[in-house]
């Protein structure tokens, strides 16, 4: 036989058996030295539930017998028994749609999604629906997580208190920030309902807020919960223009504009880095997922989406 072809199958078959092997090392390693390990964020996110108590109606209609509150908490208990680490987000417009908001005002809505154990929501447009007073009732008394809202300037108002511009979750030893945005509401919402509320611009807000998440207070990954919309045809600001001009988020969860996304979309920032921008349709109908993986002592990190249909 050739002594180069010899060498060249001796070469081949070494780098086969380093292949075959590197699960089983890359377990082994995750014992031996846990700093090697990759660790494992879950991101649960739903937008536009608009007061979306039972499923679909078996009316032929597209969407008949999808969605449905007591099935939606039924995938994310499943989820939280197989994964350790698991962030639940909604990203606006919880009221308004059904009867159940006519009649409880939002407080049943708020209610499940507290016994969903959500971590935190952005707010919508159709949540001032019933008023600031109404909104800060439904919070005060029935959320076990904040409201987000960091372009909502809410200090003459009723809600000065009860919204948050952010919140920092701790997972798998990790740092999360998250924030939320609100879409303009002059045009959209009657001033009565939402008075003195101060709208800023998105685009400055959200890189302030980013950056003061993750270069002052060391957050390993920055998400904006936004209730802007995913993309539009004029110049209004939306999730594809915040995600191209920003620098330090690294996901953006959106809402606003009923978007199904069988994938997140990448988009790359300021500092030709990568930000994926989803947003989980409406009506509940989709349990978005995304699962993000870091390196450990790295910066790197990659994700996988594993959307639900609530059906």
């Known amino acids: 036989m050739n002594p180069n072809r010899r060498q060249f199958l001796r070469r081949s078959a070494q780098w086969l058996g380093a292949t075959l092997l590197l699960p089983a090392m890359a377990k082994a390693n995750a014992y031996l030295d846990p700093e090697w390990a990759l660790r494992k964020l879950t991101i649960l996110h739903t937008n536009d539930t608009h007061s979306r108590i039972e499923p679909f109606p078996m009316d032929g209609g597209k969407l008949q017998g999808k969605g449905g509150a007591a099935r939606r908490a039924y995938l994310i208990q499943q989820i939280r028994q197989q994964e350790e680490n698991v962030l639940l987000l909604d990203a606006g417009d919880i009221f308004q749609g059904t009867p159940y908001f006519n009649y409880f005002k939002g407080e049943l809505e708020i209610k499940l999604m507290s016994q969903m154990g959500y971590d935190a929501a952005a707010i919508g447009n159709h949540d001032f629906d019933g008023g600031l007073l109404n909104l800060k009732t439904q919070i005060s008394n029935h959320a076990k997580f904040p409201l987000l809202c960091a372009n909502y300037d809410f200090k003459n108002t009723d809600l ?9 979750f701790e997972k798998a030893g990790l740092k999360i920030g998250v924030f939320g945005l609100g879409v303009k509401l002059d045009g959209l919402v009657p001033k009565p309902l939402y008075l003195e509320t101060n709208y800023l611009e998105p685009l400055e807000v959200a890189n302030k ?13 920055v998400i904006a919960l936004s209730h802007l919309g995913y993309s539009y045809a004029d ?4 999730d594809l223009k915040v995600a191209a001009e920003s620098q330090h988020i690294d996901l953006i ?3 606003h504009t009923h978007t199904f996304l069988t994938t997140p979309t990448p988009v790359k920032n300021k500092a030709n880095q990568s930000v994926f921008v989803t947003q989980a349709g409406w009506a509940g109908v989709i349990l978005g997922r995304i699962d993000v993986y870091f390196e450990r ?11 639900q249909s609530v059906e």
């Open 160 to 168: 000065a208190q009860t919204v948050l511009p952010y919140k920092i």
């Open 209 to 221: 807020t980013a950056a003061l998440l993750k270069q002052e207070l060391g957050c390993d990954y």
């Open 235 to 238: 110049s209004q600001i939306s």
């Open 253 to 255: 969860i959106g809402g």
């Open 297 to 307: 002592g790295s910066h790197k990190k990659c994700i996988q989406c594993l959307n």
